[in-house]
């Protein structure tokens, strides 16, 4: 049975593609991130709220490459700006407006950001939001949250707490999820649950002294998209503060919650914040802005910085025009209107789990959703963890949404984007029903 826009199961020239990615890539594939299922899906173009493959079938996209897009594929406002720009120079050594036009529109908009720095990703921001705050605290760790992703700066990835002796020499590495770090690593990273007040209360206050900066996003994808607990939020404001820890809120993906971004919208009071994904406009981007004084620690008039940053490709017009594009274009009522789109999602998809008793259940906030193959919705990450039975029912929800021609990721945050409307969520909402009516979950 397949659903909404039946595209069926045949794909032999995604097939074809990963027999040659297969032999030129490590695993086939040039980023880990990607669904293989039984093998990727190969795009050709995208077009609005659709990606089509290289077989000619045609998908909702609820990926928007990792939530990156607001307004889908081929934003004609964006290919208009992009095109002049191409002609005149796609990168300079020189500073160029654009900088300046993406940077004052990002600094209006984000409260705790009076200042910012460009770079090309999140993951790069995320690092020079941790330089800064060990450069301006003189404090060398920082504290994360077991579970959510940061991007690969070897500080930001290291997970349970401690080290392990590697078989090959005996040696002490880092243990985390991606192994590639050295022990010392662990040594200046404090592992934290997310929503667990007295665990925080009691950590911050034992490491007080050796803490730069809490790392957090406000709404953590990878770890379940977990809603933060208002009471989580304000014990972590204060005893930050108290102890003269810095905040840094990754809103790499969640900046996408609002006009004024996610940390207003729950009360957190961060320091620093980094931000990517929607600010380039489907470009590479990555952003670290923050308070004035904080923010120094890049450069203040007339001082050499203490944490120099710069990057051939930083702050490229391309990715400052295509951002501020888009930015600008996503106007407040377009963020209420995906906001009213995505509460009607959720809600139509935890109906119909209610309905036929199915062990389904979906967090998300705003335009971003996550459907998890667990009967309640989690809250911290343990609960979020998938067990293989879990993971192997969410695999075969993602492949029967692929082949009714809904692209869902299985085990990272979706999103809709302004292309989409009232009919894509009748259609995702179809294609949930007869899944769960056709399945045996
Ligand atoms: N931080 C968060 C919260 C993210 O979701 C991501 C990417 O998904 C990153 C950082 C890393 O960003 P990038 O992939 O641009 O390096």
Redesign the pocket.
């Known amino acids: 049975a397949t659903a909404a826009g039946a595209v069926g199961h045949a794909r032999p020239r995604s097939a074809d593609l990963y027999h040659r990615g297969r032999v030129v890539f490590p695993g086939g594939i040039t980023r880990s991130t990607i669904d293989i299922d039984p093998h990727p899906l190969y795009v050709s173009e995208g077009e609005g709220a659709y990606v089509i493959d290289v077989d000619g079938n045609r998908l909702l996209d609820l990926n928007n490459n990792?939530t990156t897009l607001l307004h889908g594929h081929g934003f004609a406002p964006m290919i208009d700006a992009v095109t002049d720009l191409l002609r005149r120079g796609t990168c300079f050594s020189n500073p160029t407006r654009h900088e300046i036009a993406l940077a004052e529109l990002l600094v209006s908009r984000i409260p705790a950001m009076e200042q910012v720095r460009f770079v090309n990703?999140?993951?790069?921001?995320?690092m020079f939001a941790i330089k800064a705050a060990r450069a301006y605290t003189g404090r060398p760790a920082i504290a994360r949250f077991e579970g959510?992703?940061?991007?690969?700066y070897d500080w930001a990835e290291t997970g349970q707490s401690g080290s392990f002796e590697s078989a090959k020499t005996g040696l002490r590495m880092a243990r985390s999820a991606y192994t590639g770090a050295p022990g010392t690593t662990a040594d200046a990273v404090v592992v934290l649950d997310f929503n667990d007040v007295d665990g925080l209360e009691e950590s911050l206050s034992l490491h007080a002294n050796s803490l730069a900066a809490v790392l957090i996003?406000p709404m953590p994808?990878r770890a379940g998209l977990l809603r933060p607990l208002p009471q989580f939020i304000e014990r972590l404001n204060a005893l930050a503060q108290q102890h003269g820890i810095l905040i840094i809120a990754?809103e790499?993906?969640?900046l996408r919650q609002g006009y004024n971004g996610a940390s207003s919208r729950y009360g957190l009071a961060p320091d620093l914040l980094?931000a990517?994904?929607i600010i380039g406009g489907g470009f590479p981007i990555?952003a670290v802005g923050g308070r004035s004084d904080v923010m120094s620690v890049f450069g203040s008039d007339g001082k050499a910085p203490l944490v120099p940053q710069g990057g051939t490709f930083s702050a490229n017009p391309v990715s400052m025009v295509a951002g501020r594009v888009a930015m600008e274009a996503m106007t407040f009522d377009h963020f209420s209107r995906l906001e009213r789109l995505g509460t009607m999602l959720r809600s139509r998809l935890s109906d119909l789990a209610a309905k036929y008793d199915a062990p389904f259940s979906v967090t998300g906030a705003a335009s971003l959703f996550r459907i998890h193959a667990k009967r309640v919705a989690p809250t911290t990450y343990s609960d979020a963890r998938m067990t293989m039975v879990e993971a192997t029912r969410m695999r075969s929800l993602s492949r029967f949404f692929r082949h009714g021609g809904i692209l869902l990721p299985s085990d990272a945050a979706a999103c809709l984007s302004t292309p989409m409307n009232e009919e894509d969520i009748d259609s995702v909402s179809a294609a949930f029903e007869l899944f769960l009516t056709t399945h045996d979950t």
Do not use: I, P, Q
Request: glycine fraction near 18%; charge should be negative.
């Open positions: 990792f990703s999140g993951t790069e921001a995320v959510a992703y940061h991007g690969a996003d994808s990754d790499v993906l969640n980094t990517g994904k990555g």
